[in-house]
């Protein structure tokens, strides 16, 4: 069966030639669109991205006076002070550093006190500013995008949604315990995803080889999220030579 859309696969040739291919790929949507929107995705994956990004403002070719940004999710329960939430981590890793304004960033809010009215207010804010141009996602190990864990709805919108233990472990890495990892999340949906005019896909590791592989390779599949993907009309996968390795084709 032939796809009507095949993704583009960018095998770079280590883990820092990944970051720069995905750093390239977003400076040039803000290179033709000065006031983009991107979509935004926090972790281990894209920390080396958000370095170059930061350096590349820094040495004054990269400007975000004008860029409106969305991350894609974020832990319920955790304020913005808490170092384990990914307000925190975005602070931390770009938005400090560059000159993006404040109101025009956004990371769902683990503290709403009504949810429902939040992903809802979460999803006018990204039709108001007219979509997102870029988005950028990392995978986990079991294949999720954002939260959206295996099951997942292709046109599951933004939500709450509890983690599976596989997160839980995997995220355990950053906190004192399993225990105190939360248990559930705002994420934005595979449809609010699916939405976005291009987006990126970045994988480094061994950890991550099966994962790609399903999600290039496999048939698009709720239990494999990534896979929810296929089909998209402008899809890039950055990949290091050791995520890349189980691929076959
Ligand atoms: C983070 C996110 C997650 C991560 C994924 C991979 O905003 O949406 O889906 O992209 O868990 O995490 P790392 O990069 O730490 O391996």
């Not at 384990?84 to 304004?101: E, G, I, K, P, W």
């Not at 990204?126 to 190990?141: C, H, K, P, S, T």
Request: glycine share 8%.
């Amino acid at each position: 069966m032939t796809r009507v859309n095949q993704p583009r696969i960018l095998i770079a040739s280590d883990q820092e030639d990944a970051a720069r291919c995905t750093a390239d790929l977003m400076q040039e949507t803000l290179r033709e669109k000065p006031a983009g929107v991107l979509g935004l995705a926090t972790g281990s994956t894209p920390i080396g991205v958000y370095r170059l990004l930061v350096n590349r403002h820094r040495a004054g070719q990269l400007d975000f006076s004008d860029v409106t940004t969305f991350n894609l999710d974020e832990y319920i329960g955790l304020g913005p002070e808490h170092d384990q939430s990914y307000r925190y981590f975005m602070q931390q890793q770009l938005f400090d550093h560059v000159n993006v304004v404040r109101e025009r960033t956004h990371v769902p809010n683990g503290l709403a006190a009504n949810i429902p009215e939040h992903v809802r207010d979460y999803e006018e804010r990204i039709r108001q500013a007219g979509g997102i141009d870029l988005q950028l996602l990392g995978i986990g190990n079991n294949g999720h995008i954002a939260f959206n864990e295996p099951g997942s709805a292709i046109d599951s919108r933004t939500r709450q949604v509890d983690l599976t233990e596989d997160t839980i472990e995997a995220n355990s890495r950053f906190f004192n315990s399993a225990a105190e990892v939360p248990r559930h999340a705002i994420t934005m949906g595979i449809g609010t995803i699916l939405e976005s005019r291009r987006i990126i896909l970045m994988a480094t590791g061994k950890a991550k080889a099966k994962a790609i592989r399903v999600a290039i390779e496999e048939p698009s599949d709720p239990g494999n999220p990534a896979s929810l993907l296929q089909g998209h009309s402008n899809l890039t996968f950055v990949l290091d030579p050791e995520s890349a390795s189980e691929l076959k084709r």
